[in-house]
DNA sequence: AGTATATATCAAAAAAAATTGATGCATAGA
DNA sequence: TCTATGCATCAATTTTTTTTGATATATACT
């Protein structure tokens, strides 16, 4: 494992990381795809009440945050959440809010 | 202790949270306080070469997430880290870069 | 081939956050 | 009481993020 070193990089790094994390839209996108498993963009669309465009949006930064997983299948994309960077950011306390029957 | 509700009112509260951790100079800030303990402003001005008002805005944004805590001294100031709720967010490997001797 | 569906992405507009410089208020010392 | 220091806060500006509506691309079905 390697250790996390007190630097700029790494500051810049997880603070990407926290802004992934800091709207409330991504949190409840999160626990959702937690609740549900792998989920495809026009469900979420109705789940979540957001248009489509939108959605995408705040799936890419939670992509790009290695947040969520993507998985295409024929005409669908489909989202889960990333259990293990979850537990790589926040508490044990605060996972159970992205983790199965909570 | 209580629970946490996954509820929008949660995820709000988790998102300001979060937010306040996604800035580099403050992830960046909180490393100094924990490394140093208490420390007053116009020291921080220095470690962190950045003009005082700056500085206190960053410091009122950590503040109002109950990451660092304030203590008047006289004409001083001072911050200092709060470990307690920096626990309750951050996983323990992210801890060990706001925790004393990393 | 033609059409419909699922989704990403783009550009413009709106909203929110960060920076800057100025000001004001305590406290402490002369 | 006068002055200097430490700090918070305000208003204006700049920068970043989010939202919206439109468009483009891929797949699948007819």
New interface residues.
Partial sequence: MKP?L?N?K???H???A??S????????LM?ELCARGQVCVCDLCEIMEMNQSKLSYHLKILLDANLIIQEKKGKWNYYALNQKQV????????C??FRPS?
Same sequence: chains 1, 2.
């Fill in positions: 996390i007190a700029e790494t500051f810049e997880y603070a990407e926290f802004k994390l800091s709207d409330p839209k991504r949190l409840k626990n537990n790589h950011l926040l508490s044990s306390e605060l159970c809010l909570d």
